[in-house]
Structures are given as structure tokens and as C-alpha cells.
């Protein structure tokens, strides 16, 4: 039905860029495309730490539900839930953190430290390239697109024993051996690529005379624009008006797509 609707909405406003669109609220206000700032490769030999790429990643992560709206929502500190540090993206699909303020509003004490939750493509493409130089003491990390932090359904928590019989109660699984901080909603969709989509639409939305395919794949076109990306974020960010127009092109191919805005 919702489908429906936004068809209906795109045939009468014409797809040309020209007709004026009313105002949506959903649409931020319009920016210019700029890719300027500071690259992210220049971070690859001078932090440890993602935060200096969190302004970029929250675009992707808003980009990333304009896609797919409801698998990857914003979560809040409510009580029983902290941030453990400033590179704390706290994104997570609607079901997932549904559960998650479940089982925190159950707890009495000491809130859970959560030192992670989504990742980018960005963030990944730092941890990966800081891990292949040898920094910042990183046993292994998944190629970009591909860690678990990307699918939009884990947590990393730092007091974790506290919370594995409460947060199991309410779907989270602590299921990977010898990682004990982390815990996946394993009911959630894995999302993993979406990322990728997201960061290669905001760059072609940014980029006009450097497109790229949007795949949904980190291949090497897709790497070499994540390094010359901006930390601080693109000049046009998030618009889900370009929501409308993937809805209408991809809707078959886009099968974990689950709408839970109608709430
Ligand atoms: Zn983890």
C-alpha cells in the first residue's frame, strides 16, 4: 500500500528534476553537492579511532534508512542504555531496537556501556586499512561491507555478562565465540551492502561529474571514492525523496525491504 502511494506520488510530480515539488518534511533542506573537506584516507596513518569519520557515517546511516525505511533507526541513551565513547553510532533496525529498549527498561543498575553499534563503510574501510598497516593493536577486521557491525543488527557492549540472560530474554543473541561483547538480533534483516548503496548515492549526489555504479559493492571504484570522501560529511546529505525513485526502480530486487514507518 505504501508502495502504491509513493508511485502515485512520482507519477504526478514527473521525475525531471524541473517540475517545483512541494514541501516534504522528510526532506532536509537542500544543500549544494560538495564532496570538500577533509579526505578520509588521511585519517588511515593518524587516529585510531572512527570518530573522525561520524559526521560522514551518520549521513550514510540516514541515507541507509531512506533506502530501506525501519532497518536502521536512530537509538537514544534512555535509562539503562549509556554510550561508552564518542565513535558510538547508534543506529539499529526498528526491531532491533525495539528489544533493546526492552530489555534496558527491565534492568535496574548499572546501565549497559555500549562501545558500539552500527559501522559504516567508511569506518570499516579505516579499521581495515589501520589493521593491514599494522596499527592501533587490530587482531583482524572484516573487509569493508562485510563486518557484522554493518548489517544494522549488532552491539558491542562493555559490561556484557550483566546483560546476556537480560538482553537474550528480548532476542539478542551472544553468539560469537570469542568475541564476549558482542550481541546480534538475529530476527532483524542483515543489511550488510546497504552501506555501501548508501555511500555510493550521497557521492553521486555529490559528485556530479564523477559518478559511480550503484551496486551496493566495495570494489575499487567504490574504494577509491571512499578515500577521497569527507569526513565532515557531503554537502547534500540524506534525502529520502530520493527514497521514491529507488523504491520505484529496485522494488522487486530489494527484498529485505521491510516498511515499519506505519506505526
Ligand atoms: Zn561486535
Redesign the pocket.
Known amino acids: 500500500m505504501r508502495r502504491l502511494v509513493l508511485l502515485i506520488a512520482l507519477a504526478s510530480c514527473g521525475d525531471d528534476g524541473k517540475t517545483p515539488v512541494e514541501p516534504d518534511a522528510a526532506v532536509p533542506p537542500a544543500g549544494m553537492p560538495s564532496i570538500a573537506g577533509t579526505p578520509v584516507s588521511s585519517f588511515e596513518s593518524s587516529t585510531c579511532s572512527t570518530s573522525v569519520v561520524i559526521e560522514l557515517s551518520r549521513q550514510i546511516a540516514e541515507e541507509t534508512d531512506c533506502i530501506m525505511p525501519g532497518q536502521l533507526v536512530a537509538f537514544e541513551a534512555v535509562p539503562g542504555i549509556a554510550f561508552a565513547g564518542s565513535a558510538v553510532l547508534p543506529y539499529l533496525s526498528s526491531k532491533a531496537r525495539a528489544d533493546l529498549y526492552a530489555a534496558a527498561a527491565e534492568a535496574g543498575g548499572t546501565p549497559m556501556q555500549i562501545t558500539?553499534a552500527f559501522r559504516t563503510v567508511v569506518q570499516q574501510y579505516l579499521l581495515n586499512r589501520w589493521f593491514e598497516l599494522g596499527r592501533c593493536g587490530i587482531t583482524a577486521a572484516a573487509e569493508p561491507g562485510r563486518s557484522?557491525?554493518e548489517s544494522g543488527r549488532?552491539?558491542?557492549i562493555g559490561n556484557y555478562s550483566a546483560w546476556i540472560t537480560k538482553l537474550g530474554a528480548h532476542g539478542w543473541s551472544h553468539d560469537?565465540p570469542g568475541?564476549p561483547?558482542?550481541?546480534d538480533h538475529l530476527s532483524s534483516p542483515d543489511i550488510r551492502g546497504a552501506d555501501v548503496l548508501a555511500f555510493q548515492r550521497l557521492w553521486n549526489r555529490n559528485a556530479p561529474d564523477d559518478q559511480i555504479a550503484e551496486d551496493g559493492d566495495f570494489g575499487p571504484a567504490t574504494e577509491a571514492r571512499v578515500k577521497r570522501a569527507p569526513a565532515e560529511g557531503f554537502g547534500i546529505g540524506a534525502t529520502c525523496a530520493a527514497r521514491r525513485r529507488f523504491a520505484v526502480v529496485t522494488r522487486d530486487a530489494a527484498a529485505p525491504l521491510v516498511d515499519e514507518h506505519a506505526e
Open positions: 558500539s557484522n557491525h549488532a552491539l558491542d560469537i568475541d561483547v558482542h550481541f
